[in-house]
């Protein structure tokens, strides 16, 4: 018998439905019909979409609520952690003799000449306190070349042998601080920014290797409640090819919106992006599964390296002032093609000299094309200040926050800003202004887990240490799931179809293992899924 219009495949009840509406409506049920919600509110009002081919899932008091929208995110190369790449993250590698063993393990595998490929170690973290060299990875691997890429994916340790490969022979050959030198002027074997970047032209992956890493990500990525991501750029256009494959074969279910942004070094970078304009492609191009994201620039290094181009010095080092890889000209005529062409665009900046870069490069693109509603966006927009975050505002930018490096980071964070920390990821200070910001992870640089933004918007502390950093940017549950869900939508121009659980939107559900209005803040990371639905479909279920 035909079913009726108003009956439900699907009704989650008995839940704490957080719906992210423009009320922030906490419910009790939802039901789902193919892949949309078909309606939200009480268990009794949701009981009357059942029949008897309705599932009925109870939540037992728990967490419902929209899929995470992860808007910084690099799936592909997460994807190659222990699928091309050797993972360090800590506590996988602890000290660079664990990291030489992995390398030997490896090396007894491959044939002289191949690459060995690391990524994750954080100097902070290791027992010595310090990079390796490249006399530590010769130790391991003579005969072969090794990339040792460091957890923000900034900078990276070649081995002799890689030096070669990639044709590193002395500094003068990049900027001031890009290639690292022994007191005695020999090679250290780190690379930074560009130095790195342009290096990893010549590590390849094959065409399987990466369809296989975005299979692998969306499997993990699908168990912790992510149904879309942004993803920040992996390996060129290789990866981009690959993404659509694997969203169109269903090989992949996560929702993919790529920048474009060539990772391969700035002028490399330049040349992808005018390839798109020459091309007519631009943002939005694409449906509910793949769609093309911004443009995107690096304008300098990593918080936590750190590398990032602050304008007053590191409180551990005040005549460092980080690396700059982009001028404010360079920047501002990038920007001012891609917006012109109808481009939403984007930058990697993280310390407070980057970011007035590019709230620059946006203020002088739109003074002389002005455009409604573009929602430019800032990824990272690291370390900020009230005149900074006054001008965001104005300019309607979306930046896209990384609460979970408070987490991780948070310690190093108060040695290397000291007072900066209190307008870092300011996520108080942006509700404050009226400023809409997204949350990623920028996975592999954090886990991907959305319960490690969650502690750090709650608590602002070092997981592992405990200190306080820039406490008054704690925001509330609600806000913070507002961050991770609607305004992820918002900053990729569809929060008409995703990012809340109201009728008519697309069903990307997901089930968590505890409430969290009720759950302690400092305990949210033993928070897990139980299950996660996309298109209104069971695409993960905790056993």
Avoid at 256 to 274: H, N, Q, V
Avoid at 438 to 452: L, R
């Amino acid at each position: 018998m035909e079913r009726h219009y108003l009956t439900a495949d699907t009704v989650i009840t008995n839940g704490r439905v957080l719906t992210v509406d423009a009320q922030d409506t906490v419910a009790e049920a939802v039901a789902i019909r193919g892949k949309y919600i078909l309606d939200v509110g009480s268990a009794a009002e949701m009981a009357a979409y059942v029949d008897e081919h309705t599932k009925v899932i109870d939540a037992g008091g728990k967490t419902v609520m929209p899929g995470f929208i992860d808007a910084h995110i690099h799936v592909g190369m997460y994807g190659l952690l222990d699928h091309g790449i050797i993972d360090l993250n800590y506590p996988a590698a602890k000290s660079i003799q664990e990291i030489q063993d992995l390398i030997r393990a490896d090396a007894a595998k491959k044939k002289p000449g191949e690459w060995i490929k690391l990524q994750g170690y954080d100097h902070n973290k290791l027992a010595e306190k310090r990079h390796p060299t490249k006399e530590d990875l010769d130790a391991a691997a003579p005969n072969n070349p090794v990339q040792c890429i460091r957890c923000c994916a900034h900078m990276g340790v070649y081995n002799s042998l890689a030096l070669e490969r990639v044709g590193v022979h002395s500094a003068d050959q990049f900027a001031p601080g890009e290639v690292v030198l022994n007191e005695d002027g020999s090679l250290h074997g780190l690379l930074k920014e560009t130095a790195h970047m342009d290096s990893s032209k010549q590590v390849d992956f094959a065409p399987e290797e990466l369809l296989g890493s975005l299979v692998n990500a969306d499997r993990i990525l699908l168990s912790l409640w992510i149904t879309t991501a942004h993803d920040a750029g992996s390996y060129n256009a290789a990866t981009t090819a690959a993404m659509q494959q694997a969203c169109q074969s269903g090989a992949v279910r996560v929702r993919l919106l790529p920048m474009i942004f060539d990772i391969f070094g700035k002028e490399s970078g330049k040349a992808y992006i005018r390839d798109f304009i020459r091309a007519g492609v631009f943002t939005g191009c694409g449906g509910e599964h793949y769609k093309i994201g911004p443009v995107k620039i690096m304008l300098d290094g990593s918080s936590s390296g750190p590398s990032s181009a602050v304008i007053e010095g590191y409180s551990h080092d005040p005549d460092n002032h980080g690396i700059q890889v982009w001028t404010q000209e360079e920047a501002d005529e990038i920007i001012l093609e891609a917006h012109r062409a109808g481009f939403q665009v984007t930058a990697h900046a993280v310390g407070d000299k980057a970011v007035t870069i590019i709230v620059n490069a946006i203020e002088k693109a739109l003074a002389q094309f002005p455009r409604a509603d573009c929602r430019h966006r800032i990824e990272h927009c690291g370390l900020t200040n009230p005149e900074l975050i006054a001008r965001i505002a104005k300019l309607g930018i979306v930046p896209v926050s990384n609460p979970s490096f408070i987490t991780i980071n948070g310690t190093d964070y108060n040695r290397y800003y000291g007072d900066r920390v209190r307008y870092m990821f300011p996520l108080k200070s942006y509700l404050d202004a009226g400023v809409i910001t997204a949350i990623g992870s920028d996975s592999p640089v954090t886990h991907p887990d959305p319960m490690n933004s969650l502690y750090g918007a709650l608590n602002r502390k070092d997981r592992k240490t405990g200190d306080d950093v820039g406490e008054n940017q704690k925001v509330e549950v609600l806000q913070i799931v507002r961050m991770m869900t609607y305004n992820g939508a918002y900053a990729s121009f569809e929060e008409k179809l995703k990012g809340s659980l109201e009728p008519g939107k697309l069903a990307d559900v997901v089930i968590l293992t505890e409430d969290l209005l009720t759950y302690p803040p400092e305990d949210v990371q033993q928070v897990a899924v139980r299950a996660t639905f996309l298109d209104g479909e069971l695409v993960y279920e905790k056993t």
